[in-house]
């Protein structure tokens, strides 16, 4: 569990959450300190995201990947 907790997404979202604490307890609350509380937001779920699917495949469960697009699919013909 630690391999999972320590990793850099995790360490970089909370690490960029604490700078954004620090930097919005002393200027007033606005459109753009929402902005940015959604951004990190969206970041630590990212993290959380990956870490849970990096889990689920070193265990051998059934991760779901989404449908490549035809410019992927053209793309990955070139590399087999």
Do not use: C, N
């Not at 459109?31 to 265990?59: K, M, Q």
Request: hydrophobic share 40%; proline share 2%.
């Amino acid at each position: 569990m630690r391999k999972y907790l320590f990793g850099t997404g995790i360490i970089g979202a909370i690490t960029s959450g604490y700078s954004l604490l620090r930097g919005t307890r002393e200027e007033q609350f606005t459109w753009r300190t929402v902005v940015a509380w959604l951004s990190w937001g969206l970041t630590l779920a990212l993290a959380i995201g990956t870490i849970v699917e990096v889990r689920r495949e070193s265990r051998g469960d059934i991760v779901t990947h989404p449908e490549p697009s035809k410019e992927e699919r053209r793309q990955l013909k070139r590399f087999r």
